[in-house]
C-alpha cells in the first residue's frame, strides 16, 4: 500500500511499470541495462478514488495523463532500477497528494483606491515632464 494522504492508500496492484534503457551518460551500463521506470496509473477506473478526486486530479495534471486516463510519472535519475521505481512511487504519492489537498476559493477584490490616485499622479506627472519637453516659444513671431 502506497500511503497518499491519511485517509487515502493505493494497493501496489494498481499500478503498473514499464522499464526502458535510459539516455544520458553511463556508458555501455545505460545501453543494455532498464534502469528508467515508467509508473502508470489508470485514474479514471480507479476503484479507491470518488468521481471528484478524478476530476481534480485529472484537471491538475493535463500533461500528465493521456486520453484514455492513464497517469504516467517517470524517474531515470538513479543508476539502479530499483531506486527509479522507489522515486517515481515517491513522486506518484506526491502529485496525488497535492491535487487532493483542498485548496480555499480566491475571493476577487478591487483596485485599492489608493493604487489608482498613485497611478494617476505618475501619468500626471510623466505627461507634464513631456509637455514641458516641447518647444519653446519666446514670443518672437
Known amino acids: 500500500?502506497?500511503?497518499v494522504t491519511s485517509s487515502l492508500s493505493i494497493?501496489?496492484?494498481e499500478l503498473q511499470f514499464r522499464y526502458s534503457t535510459s539516455g544520458g551518460?553511463?556508458?555501455?551500463?545505460?545501453n543494455k541495462v532498464a534502469t528508467r521506470?515508467?509508473?502508470l496509473?489508470?485514474?479514471r477506473n480507479s476503484c479507491l478514488l470518488t468521481e471528484t478526486q478524478k476530476n481534480r486530479i485529472i484537471k491538475n495534471?493535463?500533461?500528465?495523463?493521456?486520453?484514455s486516463g492513464m497517469m504516467r510519472v517517470v524517474s531515470s535519475k538513479h543508476r539502479s532500477q530499483r531506486a527509479n521505481k522507489e522515486t517515481t512511487i515517491e513522486r506518484f504519492a506526491e502529485l496525488i497528494a497535492e491535487a487532493l489537498k483542498y485548496r480555499k476559493q480566491r475571493k476577487k477584490s478591487g483596485v485599492p483606491l489608493?493604487?489608482?490616485?498613485r497611478r494617476l499622479d505618475q501619468k500626471r506627472k510623466r505627461s507634464d515632464l513631456k509637455r514641458q519637453r516641447g518647444r519653446v516659444n519666446l514670443g518672437d513671431d
Do not use: E
Open 1 to 3: 500500500m502506497i500511503q
Open 11 to 13: 494497493p501496489r496492484r
Open 25 to 30: 551518460p553511463g556508458g555501455q551500463h545505460a
Open 37 to 39: 521506470v515508467t509508473l
Open 41 to 43: 496509473f489508470d485514474v
Open 61 to 67: 495534471f493535463p500533461t500528465r495523463i493521456n486520453a
Open 114 to 117: 489608493k493604487s489608482k490616485r
